[in-house]
């Protein structure tokens, strides 16, 4: 019986520490659908700590989205993915408006920066599109 507590409760534990939240799963998103909603306006500067990508992110959408996650691909001299990263944007970003993002990055050839996932916000009634 105490084993079986403690198994308990070591998975609930396992399950706060990894983020897990019952009934709010992610969802991703093909570029199609993103593209519809989103536009990604980027730029890669250096800074004292090396290479940074940082723009801004338009919802065209006419409902705010929250929990938007972005992927930053790095791309080598021949056009090949060489490594990515995730970044959240912090924060909400408006409908019809823009949300700032900014991460550091490795240094590669170039960057390419897409919409991964987000939620939309809950506004009470409609689907705001």
Known sequence: M???????TGLAVALVLAGFTPGRAQTLY?????DRYFQVEFQVIQNRKGPAV????YNRARQ????????IQRVDAAGAVVG???????????MESRAFFSAAVPEAASYRVQVLSFDWTCQGGG???
């Open 84 to 94: 990515s990263s995730t970044i959240w944007v912090p924060g909400e970003v408006p």
């Open 30 to 34: 093909v570029p199609e659908t993103t």
């Open 2 to 8: 105490i084993r079986a507590r403690r198994a308990i």
């Open 54 to 57: 940082e723009g801004y992110l």
């Open 127 to 129: 689907s705001g599109m």
């Open 64 to 71: 705010a989205a929250q929990r938007v996650r972005l992927q």
